[in-house]
Every structure is written in C-alpha cells, then in structure tokens.
C-alpha cells in the first residue's frame, strides 16, 4: 500500500526554520517523483520544490527560492524540506505527493498525496 506521511510542522517565528519529512512506504523514493506543494487558506494549491530521481537536482518555485531545499535519504525512504527564513506568507498546509518523473511542480501532474502538515508563521 502507497502511503505518504508528513510531519516537522508547527508554529514558528518569521525568521526561523522547520524541516519537513516526507516519509514513502509501498514505494521507493528514487525512483518516483516526490514534489512538495502548500496550500494556503482561500488559495489554490502550488509547487514548492521537487527532487529528480536521477541526479537529485532540485526545482523550487520563485517564492520559496533561496530559502528552501528538497533532499531525499533513501536508506530511509523520506524526502524532507529545510525551510529557513521564513515568512508569515509561507504559512499553510504542505503536502508531499507522487507523481510525473518530468521535473514540474504543477499539482495537476502529481496523483497521490500525504495528509498534511500545518505549518504557520508569526510576524
């Protein structure tokens, strides 16, 4: 059975740092095509930043580049999301989700998904 689960939310000040995991079962991580997305209350859902299974090079959306970095461990199946400096408009739910091996960070190519981590930041 396919199963994302994220965690590393919660409530930091602007500034700060939170990593996320995305920990995989049911597949292997270096062979899918992991992204990670957020949503914002009353907005549509985005790409923050993806991994590419062949060379672990990274695409982050322009909001996020420069603050964020997508890295994956396969020993332990997990894909995380380092986020420093951090601003009150990154606050949202972020989401883990399998999808296309093309390196996009459009959710519309993306077909299975974790249940979510809150994260929020304070001014």
């Known amino acids: 059975e396919v199963q994302l689960v994220e965690s590393g939310g919660g409530l930091v000040q602007a500034g700060g740092s939170l990593r996320l995991s995305c920990a995989a079962s049911?597949?292997?991580?270096?062979?899918?095509?992991i992204g990670w997305f957020r949503q914002a209350p009353g907005k549509e859902r985005e790409g923050v930043a993806k991994i590419s299974t062949s060379d672990g090079s990274a695409i982050y959306s322009d909001s996020v580049k420069g603050r964020f970095s997508i890295s994956r461990d396969n020993a332990k199946n997990t894909v995380y999301l380092q986020m420093n400096s951090l601003k009150p408009e990154d606050t949202a739910v972020y989401y883990c989700?399998?999808?296309?091996?093309?390196?996009?960070?459009?959710?519309?190519?993306?077909?299975?998904w974790g249940q979510g981590t809150q994260v929020t930041v304070s001014s």
């Open positions: 049911g597949f292997t991580v270096d062979v899918r095509g």
């Open positions: 989700a399998v999808g296309t091996l093309l390196m996009t960070i459009s959710p519309s190519n993306y077909y299975f």
